[in-house]
């Protein structure tokens, strides 16, 4: 009788007997196979078909008719586990030894110690926001005008109030703080962050105003207008050309500003929009540098507040570039409930990849109001009437509207605009047939050239 392949004994013929003779594998063999066999989750090989492990049966000649599969079970033939009838498997184990869980071993140490410096890390910044303990005596403190935010955090660190100047600013120009008011105030000892802000927030016990006086800067000046205006100020210790030096000499002021600058040839003031308009307080010792502190301070305050870090995913532009958006849209547009349609038209267009056109932008390189045609066609990074995309700097200071309008324009499909009254209102619309049948009216009011 013909070796089959799918046994765990091989059958020979017995040429004198004439009977089938089974030769067994040795016992210490098998109970090792067994063994094997339960490390790899098989069944034994006293109770399998597998051949046993180690050992392979080469396949021979099948010499007998072919069997149907109920005629060799009936018969007690042995099945194969799997495959094609006639081919042998080999059962391979695995062994799990010591390298094994030396790197579970090494995995869970790494883990606890990245665990425990984390945890350390944590404890050290909370610690330097929230010192441990309540806060204890009180302390008078007068701020003078001028303070910016940094000034002020050396002194409540100097004086005990806050464990961290470095903390504390951070807190503030991440976070936002309160607009503050000089003069005295009374703070505890070992305070938190959010302690402190609070008694800023409250306001002086004494407003110290003997000598000072308000200074209003409007929104939409860019930093040379400013200039103008401070030399026209009483009281100022400073002239313009003093604040325009102390701007320049940090030029990346606000946090939205890129670090370090990337601009282009022809920019005119790189911190140009990066100080916010707004009434400030100054006595004859506010230097110009201490107003220009103040200013960004107050920009990167509104800009948390409005939650500029957002850009990027509201709007799909840096929190820099909605800035430089913003200042266009203050140029543009005169009435609050325009500026939000302002910003969609220059979205929409900056989307189609249309030159913004604007014409604010090149009355900031040329500085006249009266455009010629060889004025809007001046060589210039900021000729957005030439140019397609954004201007590299802010063209001014823009206000809050502005600011919250960049961040949230209006839904429309509006791709043009133009002024079409006295009182400032702005007509928009999707077409250019449109478009010029309200330039036309625009014309006849002699709003337009």
């Not at 790899?40 to 597998?50: E, R, T």
């Not at 303990?133 to 955090?153: C, H, N, V």
């Not at 709007?315 to 910003?343: C, F, H, N, W």
Request: glycine fraction near 8%; proline fraction near 8%.
């Amino acid at each position: 009788m013909p070796v089959t392949d799918d046994s765990t004994e091989s059958e020979v013929d017995d040429a004198e007997s004439g009977r089938a003779t089974a030769l067994r594998t040795p016992p210490a063999v098998r109970k090792l196979a067994n063994r094997l066999a339960g490390l790899v989750g098989l069944a034994s090989a006293d109770q399998s078909s597998v051949v046993e492990p180690g050992l392979l049966e080469r396949a021979q000649p099948d010499e007998r008719p072919a069997t149907a599969p109920s005629q060799e079970r009936a018969a007690g033939g042995p099945q194969p586990v799997s495959g094609r009838r006639g081919v042998d498997y080999e059962v391979v184990s695995t062994r799990r030894g010591p390298g094994t869980f030396g790197a579970l071993l090494i995995l869970v140490l790494l883990g606890f110690i990245a665990w425990t410096a984390g945890s350390r890390a944590y404890r050290w910044v909370t610690e330097q926001l929230d010192p441990p303990g309540a806060p204890t005596g009180e302390i008078a403190l007068t701020l003078p005008l001028g303070s910016s935010t940094a000034s002020i955090s050396d002194l409540l660190e100097t004086e005990g109030v806050v464990p961290s100047s470095r903390a504390y600013e951070w807190y503030v120009r991440l976070r936002g703080g309160p607009a503050f008011q000089a003069g005295e105030y009374t703070f505890q000892s070992n305070s938190s962050v959010w302690e402190t802000l609070a008694v800023l927030e409250a306001g002086p016990s004494r407003v110290a105003q003997a000598a000072q006086q308000p200074l209003t800067i409007p929104e939409g000046l860019t930093l040379a207008q400013m200039a103008d205006l401070f030399d026209d100020v009483q009281g100022l210790s400073f002239s313009g050309r003093d604040f325009l030096t102390a701007v320049r000499e940090r030029p990346v002021l606000s946090l939205v500003a890129p670090t370090p600058p990337v601009l282009p040839e022809g920019v005119i003031e790189p911190a140009e929009g990066q100080l916010f308009s707004d009434t400030y307080f100054y006595d004859s010792q506010t230097s110009a540098e201490q107003l220009v502190a103040l200013m960004v301070d107050r920009l990167d305050a509104v800009l948390t507040e409005l939650d500029y870090a957002d850009a990027p995913r509201r709007i799909g532009l840096t929190s820099y570039e909605t800035l430089i958006v913003a200042s266009m849209i203050e140029r543009e547009a005169q009435r609050t409930e325009d500026r939000p349609k302002v910003a969609r038209v220059i979205y929409n267009r900056l989307a189609r990849g249309w030159s913004l056109g604007l014409d604010a932008t090149v009355v900031y390189v040329v500085g006249s109001q009266e455009l010629t045609a060889d004025l809007l066609a001046v060589n210039s990074p900021y000729n957005t009437r030439v140019l397609v995309g954004l201007p590299p700097t802010p063209i001014a200071a823009p206000g809050r509207a502005s600011l919250e309008a960049a961040l949230h324009p209006e839904d429309g499909p509006w791709m043009y605009f133009v002024l079409t009254s006295e009182d400032g209102t702005l007509s928009f619309s999707e077409t250019d047939e449109e478009f010029q049948r309200d330039k036309a009216v625009c014309v006849e009011l002699g709003l337009c050239g």
